[in-house]
């Protein structure tokens, strides 16, 4: 069966940096593209960045662009988010999903919660 | 970007009642728009996608029309699973931007 399993949240202070894991098993990662969508506590979805599967496009929301790299490493089956000068408002769950069907998000990891502070 | 506003934010009904919920998108996304079911504590779940298709699993309650600007998602008879928060999402341009939810509750 299909599984996305994020990893890598945690507590960092403000301007530092954090790296989020995505591993996903159960289908065959390198023809699919993989996004990133984060929801801050109670409020709405919003969606971060998406790596196609050859790895070469990516786009990203305008509140991360430039402080967030996305990457895949295809013979890992994982996908990756780099966070660098993080801020107070980057805190939220950040969610891992499948590009399937139709080009929506089909299959979603549980999750990881990112918490800036210091 | 294009920005999602769904209406109403609240919806209170009782089980076995019908449930629609709005979504508007301030340009058209012509029929590349999504809906997502989220519970507590849960990731979201793909419901309907390219506007009115079903994804797999989804019970025939659920359905979804619309086209350009305006959608909507239906649930014909509310069922208790059903309560819960649900956003739209369009994918017809970078950002795939999501619609800030309208929530279900009894």
């Known amino acids: 069966q299909v599984q996305v399993v994020e990893s890598g949240g945690g507590v960092v202070q403000p301007g530092r940096s954090l790296r989020l894991s995505c591993a996903a098993s159960?289908?065959?990662?390198?023809?699919?593209?993989m996004h990133w969508v984060r929801q801050a506590p109670s409020k709405a979805l919003e969606w971060v960045a998406v790596?196609?599967?050859?790895?070469?496009?990516?786009y990203y929301a305008d509140s991360v662009k430039g402080r967030f790299t996305i990457s895949r490493d295809n013979s890992k089956s994982t996908a990756y988010l780099q966070m660098d000068s993080l801020r107070a408002e980057d805190t939220a769950v950040y969610y891992c999903a499948r590009m399937g069907l139709a080009g929506y998000l089909d299959y979603w990891g549980q999750g990881t919660l990112v918490t800036v502070s210091s | 970007e294009i920005v999602l506003t769904q209406s109403p934010a609240t919806l209170s009904l009782s089980p076995g009642e019908g449930a629609t919920l709005s979504c508007r998108a301030s340009q058209s996304v012509s029929y590349y728009l999504g809906w997502y079911q989220q519970k507590p504590g849960q990731a979201p779940r793909l419901l309907i996608y390219d506007v009115s298709k079903r994804a797999p699993g989804i019970p025939a309650r659920f359905s979804g029309s619309g086209s350009g600007t305006d959608f909507t998602l239906t649930i014909s008879s509310l069922e208790p699973e059903d309560f819960a928060v649900y956003y739209c999402q369009h994918r017809i341009n970078w950002p795939h931007t999501f619609g800030q939810g309208t929530k279900v509750e009894i």
């Open positions: 790596i196609w599967d050859d790895g070469i496009n990516k």
């Open positions: 159960g289908f065959t990662f390198r023809s699919h593209g």
